[in-house]
Structures are given as structure tokens and as C-alpha cells.
């Protein structure tokens, strides 16, 4: 074994020993690929290597080989440590669901702050809006210093002449109306051809609809 594999394989067993959990050649070769440097094939060998020196221990399911830690190495555990590293553990997956929590809502803060105006921004849009109320203030200093505002005497007689030209309108339609009724008893032809050669022209032909007094 070259001193690139043997360096290799020294570091297969400590990541072994120290993760002390089953892999497979792939799992390790995905996992040390940036440390040792080490091609798939030549992880495999190492592994081999180190089971047939009985440095890890290999078991064999299927087609497939696991290699980990001999556990010869390790003394025994008691009950009451086994259930206190079960606490732990319980512990552990507690704090690592909050720190998640806690990772998403700052997640979601993150998304809203990329997603707000910047400083920049703000300030650009804040003269923006600012020009533009002073240009309706100056709108408005004008219209209130105008001199030709309608009074409220000049508003009322418009609103009275145009309630007194409706009033003329409607009568005068009517008046129309009761007239060529009239004429079309004992007209031979049709309404449209009889307003057509009497050249009278209707609010409908002008697309006019009379106003509500």
C-alpha cells in the first residue's frame, strides 16, 4: 500500500471509530472524498484492508458490505448510561427543533427585509412623493385665491334653468309624441318611413337620453 492509501486508510479508521456507526465503501468514499483524496476503488481496498486486519469489523447483507468500528475498543455501557444518553438525546432533538423553528422565522424576516425598499430606495420615493404634494398645494393655493368662483346664488339659478329646459323638453316630446300617434291611425306606411319623409328627427337618432330633473 502506497503512503497515499495508507494515509487514507489511517483516516478511514478514525472517521470510523469516531462516527462509530455502519457505512458503506460509498458512504465513506462521499464523505472523505475531500479529505483523503482517495478514488472510490482505492476506499474500497483500504476498507477491506483494515476488516482483514481486524481494525473494523465487516458484515455482509445481500450484495452488499457495512464496515464499522470494532467494538472491542469500546468499553461497555450500563443501563443507567445508555438511558442517560437517551435523555440526551431527547434533549439534543428539542434544541434542534427550536434552533430550526428559530431558523425559519428568521428565514421568513430575511425574505420580507430582501424584499422591502432600501434605504436609497426610501429616500428617492420619499422626495418623489414630496414634490408631488407640493405641486397639489400649489394647485390648491391657486383655485382657493381664484376670483372667478361660481357663488352659490349663480349654482342655484343654473340648476334652476336646467330644470326649467327638461321640463320644456319632456313637454315638447310628449307633444310630439301625442301628434304623430295621432297622424299614424290613418297613415299608411310605417312610423320610421312617415318620420323619415316628415324630416323629424328623434333623441334616439342622436344617441340623447333625457336628463333626470
Same mark, same amino acid.
Given at each position: 500500500?502506497?503512503?497515499?492509501?495508507?494515509?487514507?486508510?489511517? !483516516?478511514?479508521?478514525?472517521?470510523?471509530? $469516531?462516527?462509530?456507526?455502519?457505512?458503506? %465503501?460509498?458512504?465513506?468514499?462521499?464523505?472523505? !472524498?475531500?479529505?483523503?483524496?482517495?478514488?472510490? =476503488?482505492?476506499?474500497? &481496498? %483500504?476498507?477491506?484492508?483494515?476488516?482483514?486486519?481486524?481494525?473494523?469489523?465487516?458484515?455482509?447483507?445481500?450484495? *452488499?458490505? +457495512?464496515?464499522? @468500528?470494532?467494538?472491542?475498543?469500546? @468499553?461497555?455501557?450500563?443501563?443507567?448510561?445508555?438511558?442517560?444518553?437517551?435523555?440526551?438525546?431527547?434533549?439534543?432533538? /428539542?434544541?434542534? *427543533?427550536?434552533?430550526?423553528?428559530?431558523?425559519?422565522?428568521?428565514? =421568513?424576516?430575511?425574505?420580507?427585509?430582501?424584499?422591502?425598499?432600501?434605504? @436609497?430606495?426610501? &429616500? %428617492? *420615493?420619499? *422626495?418623489?412623493?414630496? %414634490?408631488?404634494?407640493?405641486?397639489?398645494?400649489?394647485?390648491?393655493?391657486?383655485?382657493?385665491? @381664484?376670483?372667478?368662483?361660481? =357663488?352659490?346664488?349663480?349654482? !342655484?339659478?343654473?340648476? &334652476?334653468?336646467?330644470?326649467?329646459?327638461?321640463?320644456?323638453?319632456?313637454?315638447? &316630446?310628449?307633444?310630439? /309624441?301625442?301628434?304623430?300617434?295621432? +297622424?299614424?291611425?290613418?297613415?299608411?306606411?310605417?312610423?320610421?318611413?312617415?318620420?323619415? $319623409?316628415?324630416?323629424?328627427? /328623434?333623441?334616439?337618432?342622436?344617441?340623447?337620453?333625457?336628463?333626470? +330633473?
Amino acid at each position: 500500500m502506497s503512503k497515499k492509501d495508507s494515509a487514507g486508510a489511517a !483516516q478511514i479508521l478514525v472517521y470510523l471509530n $469516531e462516527k462509530n456507526r455502519p457505512f458503506s %465503501a460509498q458512504d465513506v468514499f462521499t464523505n472523505l !472524498q475531500k479529505q483523503c483524496g482517495l478514488g472510490k =476503488t482505492a476506499v474500497v &481496498k %483500504a476498507m477491506e484492508q483494515l476488516a482483514q486486519e481486524g481494525k473494523i469489523q465487516e458484515k455482509v447483507y445481500g450484495k *452488499q458490505k +457495512i464496515y464499522f @468500528a470494532d467494538q472491542s475498543q469500546f @468499553a461497555d455501557v450500563s443501563d443507567a448510561e445508555l438511558k442517560k444518553m437517551d435523555a440526551r438525546i431527547v434533549e439534543i432533538s /428539542t434544541e434542534v *427543533q427550536t434552533i430550526s423553528q428559530s431558523c425559519r422565522q428568521l428565514d =421568513t424576516e430575511l425574505k420580507e427585509l430582501n424584499s422591502s425598499l432600501t434605504t @436609497a430606495e426610501m &429616500k %428617492a *420615493q420619499i *422626495q418623489e412623493l414630496q %414634490a408631488e404634494c407640493s405641486g397639489y398645494r400649489e394647485r390648491l393655493d391657486e383655485i382657493k385665491s @381664484a376670483k372667478n368662483h361660481v =357663488t352659490p346664488e349663480e349654482r !342655484q339659478k343654473v340648476y &334652476k334653468e336646467r330644470e326649467t329646459y327638461v321640463k320644456e323638453w319632456r313637454k315638447r &316630446k310628449r307633444l310630439v /309624441t301625442d301628434m304623430v300617434g295621432a +297622424i299614424l291611425e290613418g297613415y299608411p306606411k310605417s312610423k320610421k318611413q312617415f318620420l323619415e $319623409e316628415a324630416g323629424i328627427e /328623434t333623441d334616439e337618432d342622436h344617441k340623447v337620453t333625457m336628463p333626470n +330633473i
